[in-house]
């Protein structure tokens, strides 16, 4: 328990003849981590690497095979920016004071606290569901759909900057606070 690994890949080149699926219909991950200890700690680093056919370098470079053993303490950094493929470790890596945290696409839940100067750059098919708490201070959100078809896709105090943003439910944005910063730039309700 509470085990540390470091893995550093530095100038290396993924590829594969053909993109290769898994039985469920996903690209075959370059680096799959599965966790066999209770909350390992796992740093994973790639610097200057790229990708051929096969790997889609920046949406399944990365797989947690096993999350709901706890991988709260996964940290996957690519040339600087944090990179996240959970919502526990979209919370950890939004904890950090002016981190750059890029989400890969898929559903998450907003995290409920996020750290100044933060900005958190979501790719094409980032969705955050259910009711979200968007009192992120001074953070900025780029390319995220936030979604509730069945209510509020946000709620309570609005204090941020959203760029390239969609909200959609049945209320959107219904009975929300506009905190000290609250900013939305070409975004769609």
């Not at 708490?133 to 509730?148: E, Y």
């Amino acid at each position: 328990e509470g085990v540390a690994v470091d893995v550093n890949f530095t100038g290396c080149e993924f590829s594969s003849s053909k993109k290769a699926m898994t039985g469920s219909g996903e690209p075959i991950a370059a680096i799959e981590i599965s966790n066999s200890v209770n909350n390992p700690v796992f740093n994973v680093n790639i610097e200057d690497c790229t990708s051929k056919r096969g790997f889609a370098y920046d949406e399944y470079i990365c797989r947690v095979k096993n999350d709901a053993k706890s991988m709260k303490n996964l940290k996957i950094t690519v040339d600087g920016a944090i990179v996240t493929v959970s919502t526990n470790a979209l919370k950890a890596a939004v904890s950090e004071a002016g981190a750059t945290v890029n989400v890969m696409a898929g559903e998450y839940t907003f995290p409920s606290a996020v750290a100044e100067g933060v900005t958190i750059n979501c790719a094409k098919g980032t969705v955050f569901t259910g009711n979200s708490k968007l009192n992120i201070k001074g953070a900025t959100v780029v390319g995220a759909t936030f979604s509730n078809p069945s209510g509020n896709a946000v709620d309570q105090t609005i204090n941020g900057t959203f760029k390239n943003c969609t909200f959609t439910g049945s209320n959107a944005l219904r009975y929300c606070y506009v905190g000290e910063t609250c900013v939305f730039e070409n975004c769609v309700f």
